[in-house]
Each structure stands twice: as structure tokens, then as C-alpha cells.
């Protein structure tokens, strides 16, 4: 694409089995049985202790929580998830996780600068640190405006960057989008040719998932709000940006993200061109304070049935 | 572009394929936390070697039915023995210490080696839990045993293995 030299010094491509592979992968299925084990063991102390065994009993529920059942579903979900692209994005357990709903076109510069000029704010990197500050944050219902997203993996890559909004200060409810760069020469179903794919969900609230057992954020389940959000917020702040709509790309998405968040969309995929937008360009609007956007920049394309 | 058509499931031998770090990758929360819990499991066992070094005269009287008398040569013999097993012990962990700076610090090696001995200690408990039902609780083994599979699932995670492995620049005399 626009980035000459970008992919130029890759290594050559690894053997495809080695000992050491091996062993990790004796490692990774062993330590899991060996959990489910440790489980059972502080689960049975749990009686022992009477009233002070309460404190076992959610020693238990961290370690099946965030221990045993995340390494099963790697285990298993390595297996029985096809590793192509679906139009979903799979959680660090292998799961599927928030629907890809946004395409993008532009070198990265570019959707920085969009992004931005839009009013939203890119995600800190998940660091111990963050990680400490967004618990702290949630609790004490204090402004975080950086916090970390979670990482979500497509063509087995976790997400480049993310950009979020926060609602009112409270840091469980947000904005937020995930972006990957797709692979070099790689088209999605249908034979377009697009730079980025972006999945936008918005946080409504920190809950417990009955799915996986963790805390974590829950999704609105109307996503296609999300992504028109987006769509808008950029086309607002950015004259420079144009969007087509692929109507009927995913239509019939009734399902569950990687919490048991169900999910609802009518399937259509706008993709986004912000290879216009410059990052001085933006600093000058910004200046100016203009924002409408223009309805000669959206297009649609009807999407082909093919039944 | 052509592509092979693909089976609807994944083989089980992807669980055997090389991870493919990117070359700039900072330290996952996994290896450290194995680190640190490998640095705990050195200082189970210097407590183990305390408990061990203060119970010593009773050990072996009751445990080994050896009459310790003041002057004697099994007294002598005894404390020799200890005094023996307490630097054998040190030595097993520093060794254990330096293990988890190695670690830390992206050691492959040191995480499979690690791992190795992990293993071997789970499954010597699970052995004997599961044949002579050896009780396992919070009194006798639980925490060192939790720490030995807490140590194995973190170091055979994803992140630890990609960070363990991830390319580096060959330096010179390294």
C-alpha cells in the first residue's frame, strides 16, 4: 500500500513444528487439567473453614473464572473456531467477540488525524498500570478518558489501536472501537480491497458475564447505533472523508459476543475513505470550528444477491 | 491470490505451531507474574528449610528412630548431615531465584526448565493424591502446589511463550 519498505525485513517464515512448540503445547493443555485440578482442591477446602471458607469459596470462583475456563476455551476453541474471517473478532480465550462493523481506507496517519479530529481519544496499551487505574477509575466513578480496551484478535492479530468516548465521565459506559490493519493484498467476502476493519461497540455498563464468569463490560446490543455514531462523528470533523456503504454485508447477525452480549445488525458495512484527511488539514478545521457533513459524501452500493 | 479450500475445523496441530511474536514486544503481565511467583516458591522453601532446620532433633528421633544422646556419634553425625542438606537446599534455591530473573528477563530455556520441574512436582502430588489419598489442604501441600500450577499456567501461556520467544537481535559473545 502507501507505506513503501513497511513489510520489506520480514524474517524468513518459521519450520512449522519444532520440539520446543511441542513442549509448550504439552505445557499449555497440561497446566489446564492441572488447574481444574486446583480448582477441585480449593473448592473442597471451601467446607473446611466453615464461615472463613467464604473467602476460599471466591479464591474458587478466580481461579475457574480467570484460570481454568479462559485456558479450556484456548484449548478448545483453537479447534473448533475456523481461523478465517468471519466478520467476527475472537476474544484472548479464542471466543467470538464484537462483530467487525466498520472499514476504513487510508494509510494510518490518516485515521489517526481523523479519528482525532473527531473528538475521540486513543486507548492506552493494557499495561499492569492502566490495568490498576481502570479498576480504581470504575470504583471511584472517576473520569479515565485513555482507559485500555480489551484485546480482541483478527487474522490472529490483537487490534493496532483503539479510540473510545467516554459518556459523562463514567468511565463503564463508552464509546469505543477496535481497528486492525488487513493483511497486504487481502480482500473481504465480495472482492473489495480495504485497509482497515474496525469492530465499534458501545460499553453500557461493568457487569458480570454469565457466559465466562468475569467482570466485565456489557455491550448495547444494538451495534448499528455504534457504528453510525462513528460514521457520523467522522464525516462531521472531517470534510475530507468519504464513506460507501456496502448495504447487506453481514445481514442476519442474531448472536452473542465473547460476554453473552447478544447483538443485533442489519448487516450493512460502511467503509470509510480518510486517505484524504491530513493531519494539518484537521488542525486548520479545528481552527475554523467548521462541522456538517455533506450529503454528497455518503454513497451506497446495494449489495448483490447472489440466491 | 489463490486460496485452498479449508476444512470446517482447525487441526489440533495448531496448538504446535510456532507463535510469531512482533519484534518489538514488551514484557507480557504473564512472565512477569511467573517470575514472581517463582520467587515465591523459593521462599516457600526457605521456610520449608527453617521448619526443617528447628524440628531437626525431633525429626529424627521420632522419624527415623535414631536415640540422640549429648557426646555421640550419631548426635555429631546428625548435625553434620543437617548442616549438609541446609547448603544443598541454599544452593537449590538460589539456583531457583536465578531461575526466575532468567525468566523475567525472556530466558526460553529457563521458562521450559521451569516448567519441567513444575510439572514433575504436580504430578508427583497428583500421584499421590489420586492412589495413596495422601490429603492435600491448606496445612500440608496446597500452597506450594497451587504456586507450582500457578507457575505452569502462566509460563505456558500465549504472551509468556511469545515473549520467551520473540526475535531478538543476535549480539556479539551472546
Known amino acids: 500500500m502507501g507505506e513503501p519498505g513497511a513489510d520489506t525485513s520480514e524474517p524468513p517464515p518459521p519450520r512449522r513444528f519444532s520440539i520446543n512448540a511441542a513442549l509448550d503445547g504439552f505445557f499449555f493443555v497440561y497446566a489446564g487439567l492441572a488447574a481444574v485440578w486446583l480448582a477441585w482442591l480449593v473448592l473442597s477446602e471451601t467446607f473446611a473453614f466453615g464461615w472463613f471458607g467464604i473467602a476460599f469459596f471466591v479464591v474458587f470462583w478466580l481461579v475457574l473464572a480467570y484460570l481454568v475456563l479462559p485456558r479450556l476455551h484456548r484449548i478448545l476453541t483453537t479447534i473448533y473456531v475456523p481461523d478465517y474471517f468471519i466478520g467476527r473478532a475472537r476474544t484472548s480465550d479464542g471466543l467470538l467477540g464484537d462483530p467487525v462493523n466498520l472499514a476504513l481506507d487510508g494509510d494510518e496517519a490518516s485515521v489517526h488525524a481523523a479519528m482525532r479530529a473527531a473528538a475521540w481519544t486513543r486507548a492506552d496499551d493494557v499495561t499492569l498500570a492502566s490495568s490498576w487505574r481502570i479498576v480504581t477509575s470504575t470504583i471511584t466513578r472517576r473520569s479515565y478518558d485513555e482507559a485500555p480496551v480489551s484485546p480482541l484478535f483478527l487474522f490472529g492479530r490483537q487490534q493496532d489501536f483503539a479510540y473510545q468516548q467516554e459518556v459523562l465521565g463514567n468511565p463503564a459506559r463508552r464509546h469505543h472501537v477496535r481497528f486492525w490493519r488487513t493483511p497486504d493484498g487481502w480482500l473481504l467476502p465480495g472482492g473489495r480491497r480495504v485497509d482497515w476493519l474496525a469492530a465499534g461497540t458501545f460499553d453500557r455498563a461493568v457487569g458480570f458475564s454469565l457466559f ?65 484527511v491530513r493531519e494539518e488539514r484537521v488542525a486548520a478545521i479545528e481552527e475554523s470550528d467548521i462541522s456538517d457533513a455533506a450529503p454528497e459524501r455518503v454513497r451506497v452500493v446495494p449489495g448483490v444477491k447472489t440466491s | ?99 526466575a530473573l532468567l525468566v523475567y528477563r525472556g530466558s526460553n530455556w529457563a521458562r521450559i526448565t521451569v516448567m519441567v520441574f513444575a510439572t514433575i512436582s504436580i504430578t508427583v502430588a497428583a500421584i499421590d493424591y489420586f492412589s495413596d489419598d495422601a490429603e492435600i489442604t491448606l496445612r500440608t501441600t496446597l500452597i506450594t502446589l497451587s504456586l507450582d500450577i500457578l507457575v505452569l499456567l502462566a509460563l505456558s501461556s500465549h504472551n509468556a511463550r511469545a515473549y520467551a520467544r520473540r526475535p531478538r537481535p543476535r549480539r556479539s559473545g551472546g
Open chain 2, 1 to 99: 491470490m489463490s486460496v485452498e479450500k479449508r476444512p470446517a475445523f482447525e487441526p489440533p496441530a495448531v496448538l504446535l505451531e510456532r507463535e510469531t511474536p512482533p519484534p518489538q514486544m514488551r514484557r507480557p503481565i504473564a512472565t512477569s507474574f511467573g517470575a514472581v511467583l517463582v520467587v515465591l516458591r523459593a521462599l516457600a522453601g526457605v521456610v520449608w528449610l527453617i521448619a526443617l532446620a528447628l524440628e531437626w532433633d525431633r525429626v529424627v528421633t521420632e522419624d527415623l528412630d535414631i536415640e540422640l544422646e549429648p557426646g555421640t556419634d550419631e548426635t555429631a553425625a546428625s548435625a553434620v548431615i543437617l548442616t549438609v542438606v541446609l547448603i544443598i537446599g541454599a544452593v537449590i534455591l538460589l539456583a531457583v531465584l536465578a531461575m
Open chain 1, 212 to 276: 465466562t464468569l468475569q467482570v466485565t463490560h456489557k455491550i448495547d446490543a444494538d451495534i448499528d447505533v455504534e457504528r453510525d455514531h462513528i460514521v457520523s462523528t467522522v464525516l462531521a470533523a472531517n470534510p475530507d472523508a468519504r464513506v460507501v456503504i456496502l448495504r447487506d454485508f453481514s445481514t442476519g447477525y442474531h448472536s452473542r459476543n465473547g460476554g453473552g452480549d447478544s447483538v443485533r445488525t442489519d448487516g450493512d458495512l460502511p467503509v470509510l475513505d480518510v486517505s484524504d
